[in-house]
Each structure stands twice: as C-alpha cells, then as structure tokens.
Nanobody, 115 residues
Framework: QVQLVESGGGLVQAGGSLRLSCAVS????????MDWHRQVPGKQREFVARITSSGLTNYAGSVKGRFTISRDNAKNSVYLQMNSLNSEDTAVYYC?????????WGQGTHVTVSS
C-alpha cells in the first residue's frame, strides 16, 4: 500500500518560514505531477502547488512568489518551502498525487501562523 508521509509543520510567527516534506513509499520518478494542497477546518481543501516530472511548477495565486515546490526523485520526496508566512496560511497541508486512475493523499501536517 502506497504511503505519503508529510512532516515539517508547526507553529511559526507571521513573516517566518517553514519547509514541508512529503516522503512517498514508492518510486516517484514515474509520477508525472505531485501536488501540495491545504485545508482550513470548515473550508474546502484547496490547491497550493504542483511540480511535474520535468520540473515544471504551478502555484495558487495566494502563494505565488512566497512558496516553492521541489522534488527529489532519488529520495522519493517532495518539498514545499514556505516563506513570508501569514495567518491565512494556517491550515493542514497535504501531499497528493494521481496515477493510473488512483488518487493518493498523505495524512497532513499542521501549519499554524501566529500574528
């Protein structure tokens, strides 16, 4: 069974930075797109960032210029560097990918930004 394990969340002051990691239990080199999403309690889960196997990236407008997604196929990991954090970034962050008709999600890591 495929597992995605996020880590790196925590409490940070506004203006600070965090780096999230997502470790995948299988070889991610063949996975085209890996995503980060986030969810605030009571709200819909929203897209944050995506990176393709060729390194192309895409970001939600609210994080563009502040967040950077990257991947290390050798480590089967995806990362999200988050800078200039603000209170609206407080959420549970999830790693996700879709392959061969199946969708895979991690359990999430909590990020809390204090103002």
């Amino acid at each position: 069974q495929v597992q995605l394990v996020e880590s790196g969340g925590g409490l940070v002051q506004a203006g600070g930075s965090l780096r999230l990691s997502c470790a995948v239990s299988e070889n991610i080199a063949s996975i085209n797109a890996m995503d980060w999403h986030r969810q605030v309690p009571g709200k819909q889960r929203e897209f944050v960032a995506r990176i393709t196997s060729s390194g192309l990236t895409n970001y939600a407008g609210s994080v563009k210029g502040r967040f950077t997604i990257s991947r290390d196929n050798a480590k089967n990991s995806v990362y999200l560097q988050m800078n200039s954090l603000n209170s609206e970034d407080t959420a549970v962050y999830y790693c996700r990918y879709y392959q061969l008709g199946n969708e895979f999600w991690g359990q999430g890591t909590h990020v809390t930004v204090s103002s």
